[in-house]
């Protein structure tokens, strides 16, 4: 039973929603650039309004939409639902990216929610052929952030830590998907490597490498 709660709980917190939005935290909170931007006050206002337009406004939508509300209906999504929910949420980021896009504090922020977005409807285009972990699709995105800001040096905090702990935290949520059989190595792997492609393919086009 702990266990089990465990996994729910290792689910529930890097859900591919939230571990977007930690990304767009991190960088707010971190980035030399958009911390020095913003003030305390104001640092908190903008982070409120991510978390309300990237993550509760898009879960209760998903919710509505396909009538599931707790980890154990999500759980026992269909494929065509994985497929829908994957697109839809890359449509919003992507809507998002162009609603808030003079907003932002520092480009690479605008830049991550657009790799999120279009690598979201990629993953949700390949539900059509394979079936992969949109958990470490997630978090394969997480590290591409965290990677390009430490080749451009634009962190407050030491890249190896963060980067590190990422890895880390991947390799976490793989032994739990894996341990509970939400997915097989092979949805793992592949979730992880497309997730790398095409956040870094979004990346590179963005900042013209």
């Given at each position: 039973?702990?266990?089990?709660?465990?996994?729910?709980?290792?689910?529930?917190i890097t859900h591919p929603v939230l571990v977007t939005f930690y990304g767009l935290a991190f960088v707010s909170s971190t980035?030399?650039?958009?911390?020095?931007?913003?003030?305390?006050?104001?640092?908190?206002?903008?982070?409120?309004?991510?978390?309300?337009?990237?993550?509760?406004?898009?879960?209760?939508?998903?919710?509505?939409?396909?009538?599931?509300?707790?980890?154990?209906?999500?759980?026992?999504?269909?494929?065509?639902?994985?497929?829908?929910?994957?697109?839809?949420?890359?449509?919003?980021?992507?809507?998002?990216?162009?609603?808030?896009?003079?907003?932002?504090?520092?480009?690479?922020?605008?830049?991550?929610?657009?790799?999120?977005?279009?690598?979201?409807?990629?993953?949700?285009?390949?539900?059509?052929?394979?079936?992969?972990?949109?958990?470490?699709?997630?978090?394969?995105?997480l590290l591409v952030l965290l990677l390009f800001m430490a080749k451009e040096g634009v962190g407050l905090i030491e890249p190896?830590?963060?980067?590190?702990?990422?890895?880390?935290?991947?390799?976490?949520?793989?032994?739990?998907?894996?341990?509970?059989?939400?997915?097989?190595?092979?949805?793992?792997?592949?979730?992880?490597?497309?997730?790398?492609?095409?956040?870094?393919?979004?990346?590179?086009?963005?900042?013209?490498?």
């Amino acid at each position: 039973m702990a266990t089990s709660r465990l996994h729910q709980f290792i689910a529930v917190i890097t859900h591919p929603v939230l571990v977007t939005f930690y990304g767009l935290a991190f960088v707010s909170s971190t980035h030399v650039v958009a911390f020095g931007r913003m003030a305390g006050s104001q640092a908190l206002w903008f982070l409120m309004i991510l978390f309300l337009s990237t993550t509760i406004i898009p879960l209760l939508t998903l919710g509505l939409m396909f009538k599931r509300f707790t980890v154990k209906e999500w759980a026992s999504i269909s494929q065509s639902d994985r497929k829908a929910s994957a697109i839809l949420m890359g449509v919003v980021y992507i809507l998002l990216y162009f609603t808030y896009r003079d907003f932002f504090p520092d480009m690479i922020i605008g830049v991550f929610l657009m790799a999120a977005g279009l690598s979201s409807v990629v993953a949700g285009v390949l539900q059509n052929w394979i079936r992969i972990s949109f958990h470490m699709f997630a978090m394969s995105g997480l590290l591409v952030l965290l990677l390009f800001m430490a080749k451009e040096g634009v962190g407050l905090i030491e890249p190896k830590w963060s980067v590190t702990v990422v890895i880390l935290l991947s390799g976490t949520v793989a032994w739990s998907r894996l341990a509970i059989e939400a997915h097989s190595q092979r949805e793992i792997y592949l979730g992880y490597c497309i997730g790398l492609l095409t956040s870094t393919a979004v990346f590179l086009f963005a900042y013209g490498f």
